[in-house]
């Protein structure tokens, strides 16, 4: 092999060979990746139709929440591209279970602008949620986490007098940072956060209408969001500070 001969071989076949693997390379390794259209199966393509809908005016048509309605919104839509989802009942890093996601279209995310679907049937809802889970190939590699619901039991002091009074000693330390001292979400910290915090005040619970739903945020927090998990305190202490919301939000009632 003359010197001209080897000077050849580097040009014209290995260096754009070497390209051509950094291309692939590049390529193959992107995070998170959606699926495309032309591979959904039938219910991903129903719940696309769905989406379509119903949610992309918020949503985005990518599911990253890149909307023009959401630059009008204090609390954003979620990045469906990441799967963290604030309103579950799995442990932070998991993946919420279908039920999480279909509480949440049935209930919607009060004070927020996320609102019910509850007349929409069923099978569209299972649908939408089918295709919400094509925006992130984490649903294929990873397993829901499990539900802390199978294990909350109330209480029969649950809301007595003496809870209450317990929750709002309780309140007054760990929650007026944020909450504020009455609960209206305007703590000192409140102007700092990203999203604001819950008007605890308001006659009806963003996580769900039961006190297991509210025992529930306090035991996982949400993903994502400043509202931490208070899984730290006992599992008593947690039951009188939602005997204490359950008050605030039926207070003058
Ligand atoms: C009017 C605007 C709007 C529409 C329409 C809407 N959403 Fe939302 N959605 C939001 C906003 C804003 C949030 C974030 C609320 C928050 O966490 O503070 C949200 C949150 C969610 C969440 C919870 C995310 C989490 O972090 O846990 C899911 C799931 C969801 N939307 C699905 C849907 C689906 C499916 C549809 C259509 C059937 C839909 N949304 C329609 C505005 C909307
Ligand atoms: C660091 C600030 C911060 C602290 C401390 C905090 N929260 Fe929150 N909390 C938030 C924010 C912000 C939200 C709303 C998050 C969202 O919409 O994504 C929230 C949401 C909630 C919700 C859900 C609202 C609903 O209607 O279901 C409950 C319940 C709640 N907080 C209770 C508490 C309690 C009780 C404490 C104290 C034990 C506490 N929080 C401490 C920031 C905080």
């Known amino acids: 092999m003359g010197e001209n001969t080897a000077v050849k071989w580097v040009l014209f076949f290995f260096f754009p060979a070497l390209f051509i693997y950094g291309l692939l390379h590049v390529y193959s390794s992107k995070p998170a990746q959606a699926k495309r259209t032309a591979e959904l199966t039938a219910e991903e393509e129903a719940g696309r139709k769905v989406y379509n809908k119903f949610c992309v005016g918020c949503h985005g048509v990518n599911g990253d929440g890149n909307s ?5 919104f204090k609390n954003k839509p979620p990045n469906f591209h990441t799967a ?8 932070e890093g998991t993946l919420p279970t279908d039920d999480d996601l279909m509480h949440v279209l049935n209930w919607g995310i009060p004070q927020t602008p996320m609102p019910s679907f509850k007349l ?3 099978v569209q ?3 939408v949620i089918a295709y919400i889970k094509t925006f992130s190939d984490r649903w294929e590699k990873e397993k829901p986490g499990k539900s802390v619901y199978g294990s909350i039991h109330r209480p029969d002091w649950f809301g007595s007098p003496e809870s209450i009074q317990k929750g709002k000693e309780l ?7 944020c909450h ?4 209206e979400g305007d703590g000192p910290l409140a102007s700092t956060l990203p999203v604001p915090p819950t ?3 308001y006659p009806v619970r963003a996580a769900g209408p039961k006190p297991e739903d509210t025992f529930r945020v306090l035991t996982v927090g949400l993903e994502g969001s ?4 208070f899984n730290y305190l006992s599992e008593e202490d947690r039951w009188h500070l939602v005997s204490y919301i359950a008050y605030l939000m039926n207070k003058g009632k």
């Open 125 to 127: 809802k299972r649908a």
């Open 171 to 177: 309140y007054a330390t760990n929650c007026t940072s």
């Open 226 to 229: 400043p509202m931490p998990a």
């Open 120 to 122: 929409v049937p069923e």
């Open 68 to 72: 023009e309605a959401a630059k009008f």
């Open 199 to 201: 008007d605890l005040t």
């Open 84 to 91: 963290v989802f604030r309103w579950k009942s799995t442990p």
């Open 180 to 183: 504020g001292e009455k609960g």
